[in-house]
């Protein structure tokens, strides 16, 4: 089989590899599809030092059962998603179902072996059954939903909340479509690239902002807004939340979503937020939401094709991480189809 492999930080590549032998508990599954994420691109560069090279990247991967041992309950032909943290099951996190809090845990696509390739092997217990008619787009999709899911149960946003989210890429994106289905006020969504902007609007913000030429003072201003019941970054850019912070209102929450550099830091007046009774939150990666998502795809919830707008082959893995980088103009979500030619 073909296989993109990190072999060292900063080089990706293609070559043929033998195709996993399944171990007891294990399943062959051909991949559909494999989504390029944010998380990827840190990986790659080793600017997030998670991955272990050489490694097969890709960690949001829709599937299909190739080959069943016998005994995990699913059957050739079945199509399926990953959920890509495999927890160590002894911690005390683990005891308590929160495997995103591991304090060892092995994760597909960082330290064994993820899905830009054609055939991969996954514990059975990983591995979740969608809908037939599910794409690879659709399927490519279900783990990040589940993260941004993980979060808004984490938020609870109050009805009547005003809300503000930072970032219009595919985690943004979903964060909307989510949003826009409670009963907030109004959503306004911002971002450096126009096209992403312009999605935003298409997908039900009832504001958005260019902020590239604008400050967001100035956009906020236009508007006659001051301030935001919740404020959601989605880009993981310290210099983004600090601008974004004072237009937290009182009684505020402030959702940090994306994943800033491990050595960034922001500045917080913690006087402001005692005088303001302010919360700030985080949520990292989703312990218990897989099926929460699978079910918001199935219904039609989230508008697949708007997000999942470019696809690449498998040769051309580690051209898409630069991609991602230097092209958001080009699209915003990309799926690496393994079965494709370069």
Known sequence: MRAAILEEYGRVE??????????????????????????????????????????????????????????????????????????????????????????????????????????????????????????????????????????????????????????????GLLWLQLIKHSLTTFVMQTDLVESRVATAKKLGADITGDISSTEPADLLGHHGISDFDIIIDATGNPVALTSALPFLGKGGTCMFFGVCPEDAHIQISPYEMFLKEQTLIASKMPPKAFDQAIALLAAGVINTEALVNRVLALDQAGDALRMFVEEKDKGIKMMINPWSGG
Not at 14 to 37: F, M, R, Y
Not at 122 to 151: M, N, W
């Open 14 to 171: 293609t070559k043929e590899v033998a195709i996993p032998q399944p171990p007891a508990g294990e399943i062959l599954l051909k991949v559909l599809g494999c989504g390029v994420c944010g998380t990827d691109v840190h990986l790659a560069s080793g600017e997030v030092p998670l991955a272990r090279p050489p490694v097969v990247l890709g960690h949001e991967i829709a599937a299909e059962v190739y080959a069943v041992a016998g005994g995990e309950g699913f059957e050739r032909g079945e199509h399926v998603v990953v959920d890509p943290v495999i927890g160590c099951g002894h911690c005390r996190w683990c005891r308590q179902g929160l495997t995103n809090l591991c304090v060892s845990p092995t994760i597909v696509g960082y330290v064994r072996s993820g899905g830009f390739c054609q055939y991969m092997s996954v514990p059975a217990r990983q591995i979740y059954r969608v809908p037939a008619r599910f794409s690879p787009k659709d399927g490519i999709l279900v783990e990040t939903l589940a993260c941004v899911l993980h979060g808004y149960d984490r938020l609870a946003p109050r009805p009547g909340s005003s809300v503000l989210i930072m970032g219009a890429g595919t985690v």
